[in-house]
């Protein structure tokens, strides 16, 4: 069992859509990451948060440390959000960074 | 600008052939790190570093070396490349190991 696990590994959806990833951990941690890889191109932090949530434009995270449970929500969601999305946490005790496998999403006009 | 240089961005080499991949950057960020990324694997940690001449070991060191001798450069080190290290490498720094990671473009490396 990963120490970090996402899900769905797949998604599709149509433009304008509502859109929830989850991310949920079994390690203890100091922060999780929520990363964003368009195909064939390098990878971009979108997200780091340790409690609560944050918000950028259409996306929004959100951590439940009690829960260890995070979720990235994508609002009226739009082909250029097609990537694979991925969640990461450092390890409290290793300074490790540990990545969940990513979820490809797709998102169709 | 802010970035994560990563050289080269592509390259093939044969079995047994020294390589360095290179990564600088530019944010006097003090943790550094590589990874690797292969197809149904996702992404894994190589090394990775807090500070100058101090680097630990990620998942998956065996076949690399790194230094760190100044706090803006990290260089991946494979002494004796074998096909099972073909992937996709990427750099990637932050201010500490739970700040905001800054990526480098990636480097794909294939070993024949």
């Known amino acids: 069992k990963n120490e970090v696990e996402q899900s769905p590994q797949n998604l599709t959806a149509q433009e304008g859509e509502f859109i929830t990833i989850n991310c949920s951990y079994s390690v203890g941690i100091s922060a999780l990451h929520w990363l964003q890889q368009h195909p064939g191109g390098g990878i971009v932090s979108l997200f780091m948060l340790s409690s609560g949530k944050k918000k950028h434009g259409r996306l929004i995270a959100t951590i439940n440390i009690q829960e260890k449970h995070s979720s990235l929500h994508i609002t009226a969601s739009h082909p250029r959000d097609s990537a694979v999305y991925i969640c990461?946490?450092?390890?409290?005790?290793?300074?490790?960074?540990?990545f969940g496998t990513g979820t490809r999403l797709q998102v169709f006009p | 600008e802010a970035q994560v240089t990563q050289n080269p961005r592509y390259l093939i080499t044969v079995t047994g052939k020294k390589l360095t991949v290179t990564c600088s950057q530019n944010?006097?960020?003090?943790?550094m790190s590589w990874y690797r990324q292969d197809p149904g694997l996702g992404l894994r940690q190589i090394y990775y570093?807090?500070?100058?001449?101090?680097?630990d070991k990620g998942d998956v060191p065996e076949g690399y070396k790194v230094s760190r001798k100044e706090k803006r450069n990290f260089p991946l080190i494979l002494e004796s490349p074998s096909p099972n290290q073909t992937s996709l490498y990427f750099c990637?720094?932050?201010?500490?190991?739970?700040?905001?990671?800054?990526f480098g473009e990636g480097s794909r490396l294939t070993v024949l």
């Open positions: 570093s807090m500070n100058v001449e101090v680097t």
């Open positions: 990637a720094s932050s201010l500490g190991e739970a700040g905001e990671l800054f």
């Open positions: 944010m006097n960020h003090e943790y």
């Open positions: 990461a946490a450092p390890s409290y005790n290793t300074d490790k960074l540990i």
